[in-house]
C-alpha cells in the first residue's frame, strides 16, 4: 500500500512516515502545492492508494488577519486534494482539529457532536472538512488535538513542551493558562492511530484521534516539571489576560465513541508525555 504524506517535514507528518514505513512516500512543499489543483495532480501522478493531508495553516491569531491564505490551504488545498486523490480512486485522509467545536459543551466531544468553529482557522479547517467529505467517495478525517512531536511545529515555531521546558532552564517567570481544557497528544501516537485506522480497514468516516483524557495547559506544564523534577513556580492565568486576536474554545478535548468498538485504545496523555521526554532523553 503506497500511502502519500503531504506535509512529510512536519511534526504529525514525519511520525507518519516513520508509521507507515517503507509503504511511506514523503511529500514536502517543494512536491506539491495544495493551493493549486494542478500542483496536487501533479504530485500524485505515481498513484498512490492513499493520500494523507497533513498541510496545513496552524496560526491561529494570524489567521485572523490572514483568513484568504488560510482558507487557501485548509480549505480550498483540502477541496484540490480530494479532487486529485478521486482522479486516481485514492483513499483520503484529511488531518482536521479539536478547534471545530466552540467548547461550550463541557465535557470531551466525540465524533457525532456538532462542530461550531469560533475563529477563522477553525472554520477553515471545518470548511476542509466539509470539502472531504463532499468530494471524496473514500475518506478518513482523524480529528488531533494539541499536538507535540519530537521534530516541532514549523507553523508555530516548536511546541509547547519545548517552550516551557526552555523558559525553566532559563529561569525565566511562566505563566500558563489554567482555564483552557484540552486533550495534549503525541504526534507519534496520533499517526499510530491513523496508521491503525488504515491497516484494519475502518469505515469510512471521522475519527477523534487524540490521546485520552484531558487537562488544562497548567496542568500539563506541571506534569512535564514533575516527570524532570523541575521544582518551577508557575503562575496561573486566565487565556482572557493574553488578549488573544482569536476567540479559543473553552474546554475542546477530544474522545472516541468510535475506536474502541475496533480495538484501538488511546493511551492516556500523561503515559505519552513521559516517552516524549525520554524519547527527548530530558529524563
Known amino acids: 500500500m503506497k500511502v502519500a504524506v503531504i506535509g512529510a517535514t512536519g511534526q504529525l507528518g514525519s511520525d507518519l512516515i516513520k508509521a507507515?514505513?517503507?509503504?511511506?512516500?514523503?511529500?514536502?512543499?517543494?512536491?506539491?502545492?495544495v493551493k493549486s489543483l494542478s500542483s496536487c495532480k501533479n504530485a500524485l501522478k505515481f498513484l498512490p492508494e492513499v493520500v494523507i493531508n497533513c498541510a496545513a495553516y496552524v496560526r491561529v491569531d494570524d489567521a485572523e488577519d490572514e483568513a484568504e491564505e488560510a482558507f487557501a490551504?485548509?480549505?480550498?488545498?483540502?477541496?484540490?486534494?480530494?479532487?486529485?486523490?478521486e482522479s486516481i480512486g485514492a483513499v483520503n485522509v484529511y488531518i482536521s482539529t479539536d478547534y471545530v467545536f466552540d467548547g461550550k459543551k463541557g465535557e470531551s466531544y466525540v465524533e457525532s457532536d456538532l462542530p461550531n468553529p469560533i475563529n477563522v482557522y477553525s472554520l477553515s479547517k471545518y470548511a476542509g472538512e466539509i470539502f472531504t467529505r463532499n468530494y471524496s467517495s473514500r475518506y478518513y478525517i482523524p480529528r488531533v488535538s494539541s499536538l507535540y512531536g519530537v521534530k516541532g511545529a514549523r507553523g508555530k515555531g516548536?511546541?509547547?513542551?519545548?517552550?516551557?521546558?526552555?523558559?525553566?532552564?532559563?529561569?525565566?517567570?511562566?505563566?500558563?493558562?489554567?482555564?483552557?481544557?484540552?486533550?495534549?497528544t503525541y504526534t507519534r501516537d496520533a499517526a499510530d492511530i491513523i496508521h491503525r485506522i488504515l491497516k484494519q480497514n475502518l469505515p469510512y468516516g471521522i475519527y477523534h484521534c487524540s490521546n485520552s483524557g484531558y487537562c488544562s495547559w497548567l496542568e500539563f506544564a506541571s506534569a512535564i516539571f514533575s516527570f524532570m523534577n523541575f521544582d518551577i513556580a508557575i503562575r496561573q492565568i486566565s487565556y482572557r489576560e493574553l488578549n488573544l486576536k482569536a476567540a479559543r474554545p473553552e474546554n475542546s478535548s477530544l474522545e472516541s465513541e468510535k475506536l474502541e468498538k475496533h480495538g484501538i485504545n488511546h493511551r492516556n496523555w500523561r503515559n505519552a508525555l513521559k516517552d516524549y521526554l525520554k524519547e527527548k532523553k530530558y529524563i
Open 73 to 85: 490551504i485548509n480549505a480550498v488545498g483540502a477541496k484540490n486534494v480530494a479532487i486529485a486523490c
Open 158 to 184: 516548536g511546541n509547547f513542551v519545548e517552550t516551557m521546558i526552555k523558559k525553566a532552564e532559563n529561569r525565566e517567570e511562566i505563566k500558563v493558562v489554567g482555564d483552557m481544557i484540552m486533550s495534549p
Open 20 to 33: 507507515f514505513g517503507e509503504d511511506a512516500v514523503p511529500l514536502g512543499h517543494n512536491d506539491i502545492e
